[in-house]
């Protein structure tokens, strides 16, 4: 059988240095797929590359075993990304950015207020994003990313920005997620405390 | 958790989301939308105060000297149709989005023309008086606006999305652009001078119209295309 999201032969090179060659990978429902590397290995870029937003040099990713390339709208049905940039509106409250959001997928059957107070971001939901600060912010985020209720979700870095409980908040929140069925790949350059299968790759 | 097999929200909801969240950003930020309808309104009244009151000369001139405003207020406003998204991330966001993203950046580039193109059209016939402008040749300047701006926000969402990764890209957008707006301005100028000079102008504004439905077809994929590439 094979996996539901699966990486082959995957080469990637920018400018004059190759960041990885004949790089594959497997995962699974509740699986974690662990990046590992320096910074300026290519997490990053593999992570952009598996949201299909990076064309690679060779190599395919596929979902459900079909070309991601063949399916993209499909595939980022299926998928959230928590980018090092929060990709959140500083005009705008949380509300208003989740509501944006929301709009642009399936109605999914998350209550927002147990969201927000999960994540400590309850009181604050009336303010301007520019107004909080980095690590509120970097809830927000993951509150749009609970709220998508996908089954893939792409974490770059999560865990910047955030105090010790976010930390323990964010590993919580994905072995919840894994424990459901759910994928995660993840790159971080810290520890990950997660309790859950983890593939690991090194970049 | 659902399936991704679940049904997506229509493509229009995704445009209406777009155009909504943008121009809800440009009523928080009341300024981006005041500078090109400024910048229109400022060259237009110093012009007559330049070359002179006489009538004659701003009958002729006027039609010319409203339109290249127009087209310049529109080219300044064009960088920072993407540039926002880019910087804080929701344009990488807007790409890994399920919704189409030809759709996407239509409801961007709807959004653009409803704040800064849209408002030219008001207030043009305000500033054609100026140019001692007839209420009929006003209408058609009106619709030539209405249509040229449509045109150019459009096809200003192309070159914008090139540019959007680069820094100071202001100057290339223009140039990259100008080619293709030529036609609009020459259409747009040369359709309001007709009309002023009681002659048949309608083929001015259905080539206009032309260029429009054109424009709609092609641009937005233009654009998506473009914008995958700059933000590889």
């Known amino acids: 059988m094979t996996a539901k999201l699966t990486g082959k032969g995957l080469t990637l090179i920018r400018g004059e240095s190759c960041l990885f060659r004949g790089l594959g990978f497997a995962l699974n429902p509740g699986e974690l797929l662990l990046l590992e590397g320096q910074n300026g290995s290519g997490k990053t870029s593999l992570m952009r590359a598996i949201?299909?937003?990076?064309?690679?040099?060779?190599?395919?990713?596929y979902w459900n075993g079909v070309a991601v390339s063949r399916q993209r709208q499909e595939f980022h049905g299926a998928l959230v990304w928590l980018a090092h940039r929060t990709g959140?509106?500083?005009?705008?409250?949380?509300?208003?950015?989740l509501r944006f959001e929301?709009?642009?997928?399936?109605?999914?059957?998350?209550?927002?207020?147990?969201?927000?107070?999960?994540?400590?971001?309850?009181?604050?939901?009336?303010?301007?994003?520019?107004?909080?600060?980095a690590g509120q912010q970097r809830r927000v985020a993951l509150a749009r990313m609970l709220m998508a209720d996908v089954p893939l979700w792409l974490m770059d870095e999560p865990f910047t920005n955030l105090d010790r409980e976010g930390r323990k908040l964010v590993m919580e929140l994905t072995e919840e997620h894994l424990a459901k069925g759910g994928m995660c790949v993840l790159a971080a350059h810290q520890d990950v405390d997660i309790n859950a299968t983890i593939k690991r790759v090194a970049l | 958790m659902s399936d991704s097999s679940q049904q997506q929200p229509g493509i229009l909801a995704g445009l209406l989301a777009v155009t909504r969240r943008d121009l809800l950003l440009a009523w928080k930020r009341p300024g981006d939308v005041l500078n090109p309808l400024f910048f229109f309104a400022m060259v237009c009244t110093l012009f007559p105060l330049a070359v002179g009151p006489?009538?004659?000369?701003?009958?002729?001139?006027?039609?010319?000297?409203l339109w290249v405003a127009a087209l310049l207020a529109t080219l300044l406003s064009l960088n920072a149709l993407f540039m926002g998204d880019h910087e804080d991330g929701s344009l990488d966001q807007l790409l890994v989005s399920p919704q189409p993203l030809p759709v996407l950046a239509l409801g961007k580039t709807l959004s653009h023309w409803l704040i800064s193109g849209f408002p030219l059209v008001l207030i043009s016939p305000l500033l054609a008086m100026t140019y001692r402008m007839s209420t009929d040749v006003m209408g058609v300047l009106m619709l030539t606006l209405l249509l040229g701006t449509?045109?150019?926000?459009l096809l200003g969402s192309i070159g914008a999305a090139l540019t959007v990764g680069l820094h100071r890209g202001?100057?290339?957008?223009?140039?990259?652009?100008?080619?293709?707006?030529?036609?609009?301005?020459?259409?747009?100028?040369?359709?309001?001078?007709?009309?002023?000079?009681?002659?048949?102008?309608?083929?001015?504004?259905?080539?206009?119209?032309?260029?429009v439905v054109a424009a709609l077809s092609l641009a937005p994929f233009a654009t998506a295309a473009a914008l995958r590439i700059s933000n590889e």
Request: hydrophobic share 50%; charged share 15%.
């Open chain 1, 51 to 61: 949201a299909g937003m990076l064309s690679l040099e060779t190599g395919e990713i």
């Open chain 1, 88 to 97: 959140l509106k500083g005009d705008l409250n949380l509300v208003e950015n």
């Open chain 1, 102 to 133: 929301s709009a642009l997928r399936p109605q999914a059957n998350v209550d927002l207020a147990a969201v927000c107070k999960r994540l400590g971001i309850a009181k604050l939901k009336r303010l301007p994003l520019r107004s909080l600060s």
């Open chain 2, 54 to 65: 006489s009538p004659e000369q701003l009958t002729v001139s006027g039609p010319g000297v």
């Open chain 2, 150 to 153: 449509i045109c150019l926000s």
């Open chain 2, 170 to 211: 202001t100057a290339l957008l223009s140039l990259l652009i100008l080619p293709l707006a030529m036609p609009v301005l020459l259409l747009g100028a040369n359709t309001v001078s007709l009309a002023a000079g009681n002659e048949v102008y309608a083929t001015g504004i259905w080539a206009l119209g032309a260029y």
